[in-house]
T-cell receptor, first 111, second 115 residues
Framework: GENVEQHPSTLSVQEGDSAVIKCTYS??????FPWYKQELGKRPQLIID?????GEKKDQRIAVTLNKTAKHFSLHITETQPEDSAVYFC??????????FGTGTSLTVIP | ETGVTQTPRHLVMGMTNKKSLKCEQH?????MYWYKQSAKKPLELMFV???????ENNSVPSRFSPECPNSSHLFLHLHTLQPEDSALYLC??????????????FGQGTRLTVV
């Protein structure tokens, strides 16, 4: 089955700096890669996703890149703000909507 | 509010008890999922239902028994659980389309404590 690894497990950045979270996956059949943000005590919510036919996608301060050859994808948050503090999960999905999640990254933005 | 509702929000049960978790969605989705979220562990996929038929069972112990009576409701029946089963149990749903992957919407979860 699919194996998704996520690094780092914890990340602290100064407000205004950038944050990068990286994930790798094992199954080349995976073709959908969403990123979820989970604030303390709340449900995971989709913040951005990318499909295997695209190399990069951007939405305001967040962007995701995908390298299919290397089987890795990354989340980039620029100009971080305290409200970006949360746990971020990457996931890889194979046709059939079976999502395999990474271990999560706890991001803390220091004011 | 994503439209996926889970009850109860919190549950404390003894190891000999029997309880059920409920998930409800009125988004018109036809795929529903149970995930387990423990401290320092990823979101672990437990069960997947597509059109009320179970399509995934990730080697989950038999003390967890899912039920999907219709496309809007999903249950997780619990019996003789162990303390290590204490976790946040998340339900999700998605408008499954076989030709493309789609977003999963999560409920707020049930925080389960087994004593």
């Amino acid at each position: 089955g699919e194996n998704v690894e996520q690094h780092p497990s914890t990340l602290s950045v100064q407000e205004g700096d950038s944050a990068v979270i990286k994930c790798t996956y094992s199954d080349s059949a995976s073709n959908y890669f969403p990123w979820y943000k989970q604030e303390l005590g709340k449900r995971p919510q989709l913040i951005i996703d990318i499909r295997s036919n695209v190399g990069e996608k951007k939405d305001q301060r967040i962007a995701v890149t995908l390298n299919k050859t290397a089987k890795h994808f990354s989340l980039h948050i620029t100009e971080t703000q305290p409200e970006d503090s949360a746990v971020y999960f990457c996931a890889a999905s194979i046709v059939g909507n079976q999502f395999y999640f990474g271990t999560g990254t706890s991001l803390t933005v220091i004011p | 509010e994503t439209g996926v509702t889970q009850t109860p929000r919190h549950l404390v049960m003894g190891m000999t008890n029997k309880k059920s978790l409920k998930c409800e969605q009125h988004l018109g989705h036809n795929a529903m999922y149970w995930y387990k979220q423990s401290a320092k562990k990823p979101l672990e996929l437990m069960f997947v239902y597509s059109l009320e038929e179970r399509v995934e069972n990730n080697s989950v112990p038999s003390r967890f028994s899912p039920e999907c009576p219709n496309s809007s409701h999903l249950f997780l029946h619990l019996h003789t659980l162990q303390p290590e089963d204490s976790a946040l149990y998340l339900c999700a749903s998605s408008p499954e389309q076989r030709d493309r992957n789609t977003e999963a919407f999560f409920g707020q979860g049930t925080r389960l404590t087994v004593v």
